[in-house]
């Protein structure tokens, strides 16, 4: 099976196999999620849970392959991604067979794309984000696509700190940004015994 289609102005010709998620046309809440993701030259992008490609390879047309990586728990949706990133002439992404960011240990990634699965419990998804806040820089983005908003939002707003939601053709597509801080340890409160204390000296 072959999939064709275009997302930020390149075509992209695909392999499927029934096996993989959407094997007979490109999923329509990833075609909305890529709607709305600005992807910068420079950034270095992860696509969790890779199936058969779609969304690393369009990153690599636009950053490059060598800053694209690619994961999938499922060893047929890797070799075809790898067959299909080399039919697309992007043969420097990096994929590989794991359960989630963990399968890396980059924790420099800008961009976080994920179209995490809809028909089971919330384990998967809590993983992805967990995990990919930790594998992000400061200023790091993570974007996903979901159909059920409440629990989503409230995750990422519980680990990020904050979520944009943007609706479209029933979907929802949710961005988090990871956001720099500073450690400062803890002032030492001054009580009226510290403070007799320090009197008598």
């Known amino acids: 099976m072959l999939i064709e289609v275009e997302i930020w102005d390149n075509k992209i010709m695909l392999a499927s196999h029934e096996s993989l998620f959407s094997p007979k046309s490109a999923d329509k809440g990833t075609l909305s999620l890529l ?3 600005e992807l910068k030259p420079d950034d270095k992008v992860l696509d969790l849970g890779c199936g058969y490609g779609i969304v690393g390879i369009a990153a690599a047309k636009v950053t490059g392959g060598e800053n694209v990586f690619m994961v999938d728990n499922n060893s047929t949706a890797v070799e075809i991604s790898q067959k299909n990133a080399i039919a697309n002439n992007v043969p420097d992404v990096t994929v590989r067979c794991g359960k989630g960011v963990s399968a890396f240990l980059d924790n420099d990634f800008s961009l976080i794309l994920c179209n995490p699965p809809y028909h089971s419990d919330f384990s998967v998804a809590k993983l992805f984000i967990e995990q990919g806040f930790k594998h992000l820089k400061a200023g790091g983005r993570m974007a996903m696509v979901v159909k059920r908003l409440d629990w989503y939002k409230n995750k990422l707003k519980s680990v990020f700190g904050g979520v944009k939601i943007i ?23 001054t009580t009226k015994k510290h403070l007799k204390k320090i009197n008598r000296l």
């Open 167 to 189: 609706e479209d053709s029933g979907y929802y597509i949710l961005i988090s940004e990871k956001r720099g801080y500073i450690n400062r340890p803890k002032e030492k409160k």
């Open 35 to 37: 709607r709305h993701v």
